[in-house]
């Protein structure tokens, strides 16, 4: 089964808002990282934020990391229509994915 | 980042005949490359994880005599589906990893899509 498991699985959100989604993994890692993913494309690399990090930005994008949770965040603020996708975490000793969370922002 | 290509980008196929499915890191050596399949409106699938020079790592439930892996080189991995039919058309996706300064970081090609007719 997939070490990484997004939530929630769906979010609807106006242009502007902040959009949050998580993800959980189960075993201990050395980083983690999140991917978009555009209906019928490849995924795209986000960033990547090591298990010695508790939070890194870039750009729009904050992601957090809590080790002793297990849990990740992905915060993007101001959030676009060219935002809308799936969005991945994956942990570097497994690179199976969960469903993922599917973004949709609305104009 | 780093960029990795997928060839075809679509093929379509007759039920029977064989695929084969390119993926390249251009501008890097993966020393491991992954391969998924996508069904629509839902998740990727890991198919198999390969490195170079070595035999590729199944997943539980995946063919390995259906879908085969060749890592021959450090920026060349080949996925054949062989003798194809209709419910192996999907989106096959593959990814690479590489060593550097960035070895945990993995790129995406963008994807090809099979249809078996």
């Known amino acids: 089964s997939q070490q990484g498991e997004e939530d929630p699985q769906a979010l609807s959100i106006q242009e502007g808002e902040n959009a949050t989604m998580n993800c959980s993994y189960k075993?201990?890692?050395?980083?983690l990282q999140w991917y978009r993913q555009n209906s019928g494309r490849g995924l795209v690399h986000l960033i990547l934020?090591?298990?010695?990090?508790r939070e890194k930005h870039s750009g729009r994008l904050r992601v957090t990391l809590d080790t002793s949770k297990k849990s990740s965040s992905l915060l993007i603020t101001a959030s676009r229509a060219a935002d809308t996708a799936s969005y991945f975490c994956?942990?570097?000793?497994?690179?199976?994915f969960g469903a993922g969370t599917r973004l949709t922002v609305k104009p | 980042g780093a960029v990795v290509s997928q060839h075809p980008s679509w093929v379509i196929c007759k039920s029977g005949t064989s695929v084969k499915i390119e993926c390249r890191s251009l501008?890097?050596?993966?020393?491991?490359m992954f391969w998924y399949r996508q069904f629509p409106k839902q998740s990727l699938m890991l198919m198999a994880t390969?490195?170079?020079?070595?035999?590729?790592?199944?997943e539980q439930g995946v063919e390995k005599d259906k879908f085969l892996i060749n890592h021959a080189s450090l920026t060349l991995s080949t996925l054949t589906v062989t003798s194809a039919h209709p419910e192996d058309s999907s989106f096959y996706i593959c990814?690479?990893?590489?060593?550097?300064?960035?070895?945990?970081?993995?790129?995406f090609g963008p994807g090809t899509r099979l249809t078996v007719t």
């Open positions: 990814s690479a990893r590489g060593g550097g300064e960035a070895p945990y970081e993995q790129y």
């Open positions: 075993t201990s890692i050395n980083n």
């Open positions: 934020i090591r298990s010695n990090e």
């Open positions: 994956a942990t570097d000793d497994d690179m199976r």
């Open positions: 501008d890097f050596q993966a020393t491991t």
């Open positions: 390969s490195n170079e020079g070595s035999k590729a790592t199944y």
